[in-house]
């Protein structure tokens, strides 16, 4: 039970963000719900850390999980986005979304799975996001957004530039022979 009871909050979180889809937009519930999503995705690492539970499922489901989270939550805010966001803030978006698509499906074809680390600069580009509903009313929803994105961009090239080591890594020991 202990060993799989870091999966089991991950898959709560899942069942979190369903419900999350059929309640209204930033109301009580939806918060409530929301902050549920976010403490057991917080609850689910430290268990597995603690109960010596960590797994390649028990990552893939967290990552699974947190995708799912994060496009609900922007499904859900995008007609606030498109009203309150001006174009620029828009292109930036844009840009590093398809700077991040185009990376892991290089990365992807090249090593035939999809690869993402959990560097620390992911980790503040999602817990920024995460807060996002709580801003997208407010006066600060733009420089808010521009700080996700300087966060982000920095997460991307991290990303981008790990990758690109073990890749060099990869060829030293194998001698450069594909």
Same mark, same amino acid.
């Given at each position: !039970?202990?060993? %799989?009871?870091? %999966?089991?909050?991950? $898959?709560?979180?899942?069942?979190?963000?369903? #419900?999350?889809?059929?309640?209204?937009?930033?109301? %009580?519930?939806? =918060?409530?719900?929301?902050?549920?999503?976010?403490?057991?995705?917080?609850?689910?690492?430290?268990?597995?850390? &603690?109960?010596?539970?960590?797994?390649? @499922?028990?990552?893939?489901?967290?990552?699974?999980?947190?995708?799912?989270?994060?496009?609900?939550? !922007?499904?859900?805010? !995008? &007609? /606030?986005?498109?009203?309150?966001?001006?174009?620029?803030?828009?292109?930036? $978006?844009?840009?590093?979304?398809?700077?991040?698509?185009?990376? /892991?499906?290089?990365?992807?074809?090249? &090593?035939?799975? =999809?690869?993402?680390?959990?560097?620390?600069? %992911?980790? !503040?580009?999602? @817990?920024?996001?995460?807060?996002?509903?709580?801003?997208?009313?407010?006066?600060?929803? #733009?420089?808010?957004?521009?700080?996700? @994105?300087?966060?982000?961009?920095?997460?991307?090239?991290?990303?981008?530039?790990? =990758?690109?080591?073990?890749? &060099?890594?990869?060829?030293? #020991?194998?001698?450069?022979?594909?």
């Amino acid at each position: !039970m202990k060993k %799989n009871l870091a %999966n089991m909050i991950t $898959i709560s979180r899942m069942i979190g963000t369903a #419900v999350l889809i059929f309640l209204e937009t930033l109301s %009580n519930e939806f =918060f409530l719900v929301y902050l549920y999503c976010g403490l057991s995705d917080i609850a689910d690492g430290m268990v597995a850390r &603690k109960t010596d539970s960590i797994s390649p @499922l028990g990552s893939k489901l967290d990552s699974a999980s947190d995708l799912f989270l994060y496009t609900v939550m !922007m499904l859900k805010i !995008m &007609k /606030y986005l498109k009203m309150y966001l001006p174009v620029y803030v828009w292109i930036l $978006i844009y840009t590093v979304l398809a700077i991040r698509a185009l990376c /892991y499906l290089y990365i992807a074809l090249k &090593k035939g799975s =999809f690869l993402s680390r959990h560097t620390i600069f %992911n980790k !503040m580009t999602g @817990l920024s996001m995460f807060f996002l509903p709580f801003v997208v009313n407010g006066p600060i929803l #733009v420089p808010f957004s521009l700080v996700i @994105l300087v966060i982000a961009y920095t997460s991307t090239f991290e990303e981008i530039l790990y =990758f690109i080591r073990d890749m &060099k890594n990869e060829e030293s #020991v194998s001698g450069g022979v594909k």
